[in-house]
């Protein structure tokens, strides 16, 4: 292609490609004043940013924070302990965690003493447990059994308990002719398990979110990590599918097949919404006017942003390169504001799985 036709196709395509102008290792000659002017700029915009982020983290905002992430973890335990008592217990189904091994040893003392059983109900068996594990994990891994994971553990355990208690399925399962209440909320058992792979991954997503985890098995993952080479996802399937294997000798193969295809679901399930709640954009808006989009990213995204010099690669114009990350619903609302009242920016947004830094992360 031509040089002038090469020059036409780039004039209408609109687009320059944005370059960032010059370091001290790439240029041999001694820095400028025009340099020295930018280098001031790029701090003083650092120092906006900062104080953005002071903004970001006010006290009131962080306690709105805080409260949102403990009232998460609540709902997240809420969720569990539905999957557990309505659709897990009453179908035979071990999707692991503590809340399986106390189906499976309730169903085996229940096997031997039925009087026993009625003691050792399954939300007793998960309190005893979960307070030996707790106890343990106190011991061995110290700061990393945090108050959340206590205050979730003993949460979970006190629902089961509650729910157990005061019976509460049989006020929503059909009675026969005989007058008996059902064991189960409906004849369909995969439509029951698929309520139980919902409810148990979505509420142990949010719990991971917050930063916390349901206790139990966790605590056990964490112990091997400690003093084995296994990372802790490898140790949570491991024990889960132990778990779930001796489902076999307890429960019909049904039960235990149809609990072994809800651990492997559960398992995506968890990782797909844990990445979907944690995901964020990655904002580059390269621009002749920063002043439109900087007080925008400050005042309404309440965001901070990096801001550093730029020249077109065709017409060499100066321009401002802003680099952000924000929630996908405040990016959103940066775009659909930048199309608007910016049109000569040029936008790129990318996914950011994860982040490290104040105002992110997931907790506080």
């Known amino acids: 292609m031509k040089k002038s036709n090469r020059k036409k196709a780039a004039t209408e395509s609109g687009v320059e490609e944005s370059e960032i102008s010059g370091t001290a290792a790439t240029e041999s000659t001694e820095i400028s004043e025009e340099t020295a002017a930018a280098n001031g700029a790029v701090i003083g915009v650092n120092a906006q940013t900062a104080v953005a982020d002071e903004k970001t983290l006010s006290k009131s905002e962080k306690r709105k924070r805080v409260a949102l992430n403990w009232i998460l973890m609540a709902v997240g335990i809420i969720m569990m302990s539905a999957s557990v008592y309505f659709f897990q217990t ?62 979730c553990s003993l949460l979970y355990t006190g629902i089961i308990w509650l729910l157990e208690y005061f019976n509460v399925i049989s006020y929503l399962t059909p009675v026969n002719e005989a007058g008996v209440h ?51 996802g490898m140790a949570l399937m491991l024990i889960d599918f132990l778990i779930v294997c001796i489902s076999f000798y307890t429960f019909d193969v049904e039960s235990a097949l149809f609990s072994m295809l809800g651990l492997f679901t559960k398992s995506f399930l968890l990782d797909s919404v844990i990445e979907n709640i944690s995901k964020t954009k990655y904002i580059t808006i390269i621009t002749p006017n920063p002043e439109i989009v900087s007080d925008y990213i400050l005042n309404v995204i309440n965001h901070g942003y990096t801001m550093y010099d730029a020249e077109g690669g065709y017409t060499h114009a100066k321009k401002k390169v802003l680099v952000t990350v924000c929630k996908r619903s405040e990016a959103l609302k940066l775009k659909l504001y930048i199309h608007k009242a910016d049109p000569a920016a040029f936008v790129i947004i990318t996914d950011a799985n994860e982040i490290l830094g104040k105002g992110f992360g997931g907790t506080v």
């Open 90 to 151: 009453p179908n035979d189904l071990t999707l692991g965690g503590i809340a399986g091994i106390a189906i499976v040893l309730n169903k085996l003392i229940y096997n031997a003493s039925p009087d026993v059983a009625a003691i050792l109900t399954q939300g007793v068996i998960m309190a005893i447990i979960n307070v030996l594990l707790l106890v343990l994990g106190l011991i061995i891994l110290g700061k990393q059994c945090t108050v959340k994971t206590i205050f």
């Open 182 to 232: 059902a064991s189960t909320l409906t004849d369909q058992p995969l439509l029951e398990l698929v309520y139980a792979i919902l409810l148990f991954g979505v509420g142990g997503a949010l719990i991971f979110n917050c930063g916390a985890s349901s206790g139990g098995t966790d605590i056990i993952a964490l112990i091997l990590k400690k003093f084995t080479r296994l990372n802790v």
